[in-house]
Nanobody, 119 residues
Framework: QVPLVESGGGLVQAGGSLRLSCVVS????????VGWFRQPPGKERAIVAG????????YYADSVKGRFTISRDSTKTTVYLQMDSLQPEDTAVYYC????????????WSQGTQVTVSS
């Protein structure tokens, strides 16, 4: 079990930027990395970016490549998602989650942070 607290969401106009933060208290046993997932209204939750705890390559969904950047601090206790050139279709609740190999998220609850992009 890994307590997570997401922050940084808000309301922004199309073309604007936001930076999300996630404080990670520890690692879920056996997980491969930590990532950001989002759930738009009426749609399923899906991963948008993931970064391994160590080694490996960073993952981005095709819809956010070139616009979003995932990173972490040197202690790996905080994970960030820099979101640029935001569009209305990016509107969603964003969640931070450890994940297993194959981008499979660990199962537990967190509050998430709301991102709303207006045109």
């Amino acid at each position: 079990q890994v307590p997570l607290v997401e922050s940084g969401g808000g309301l922004v106009q199309a073309g604007g930027s936001l930076r999300l933060s996630c404080v990670v208290s520890g690692r879920t046993f056996g997980t491969y990395g930590v990532g950001w997932f989002r759930q738009p209204p009426g749609k399923e939750r899906a991963i948008v970016a993931g970064i391994p705890w160590s080694g490996g390559s960073i993952y981005y969904a095709d819809s956010v490549k070139g616009r979003f950047t995932i990173s972490r601090d040197s202690t790996k206790t905080t994970v960030y998602l820099q979101m640029d050139s935001l569009q209305p279709e990016d509107t969603a609740v964003y969640y931070c989650r450890p994940y297993y190999s194959g981008l499979r998220p660990a199962s537990f609850w967190s509050q998430g942070t709301q991102v709303t992009v207006s045109s």
